[in-house]
């Protein structure tokens, strides 16, 4: 089992950054890529950007140029800048084990950009 708990949400204006944590423990070792999703009010749940055991990284096109993710031992990071009120979500971290196709999900950490 893999434990994952997010950090680092909270209320920003337009144009401001933040930056989410997310803490993985148990079997960690199995984690093959991490990801960072978001789920806005009325909306499904989209893949906001996801980084392999090799450091390789996609991005959602909305976000692409202004955030990136950071991967370090058993952590994962979202470096959000140039905030938008359209970035409002409850961001979730993920992580992927390819052998038997498993998701851990956090819980979510929200993220409030508004004026």
């Known amino acids: 089992q893999v434990q994952l708990v997010e950090s680092g949400g909270g209320l920003v204006q337009p144009g401001g950054s933040l930056r989410l944590s997310c803490a993985a423990s148990?079997?960690?070792?199995?984690?093959?890529?991490m990801a960072w999703y978001r789920q806005a009010p009325g909306k499904e749940r989209e893949l906001v950007a996801a980084?392999?055991?090799?450091?390789r990284t996609n991005y959602a096109d909305s976000v692409k140029g202004r955030f990136t993710i950071s991967r370090h031992s058993a952590a994962v990071y979202l470096q959000m800048n140039s905030l938008k009120p359209e970035d409002t979500a409850v961001y979730y971290c993920?992580?992927?084990?390819?052998?038997?196709?498993?998701?851990?999900w956090g819980k979510g950490t929200l993220v409030t950009v508004s004026s």
């Open positions: 980084i392999t055991s090799g450091g």
């Open positions: 148990g079997s960690v070792f199995s984690i093959n890529a």
């Open positions: 993920n992580g992927h084990r390819d052998w038997g196709a498993i998701d851990y």
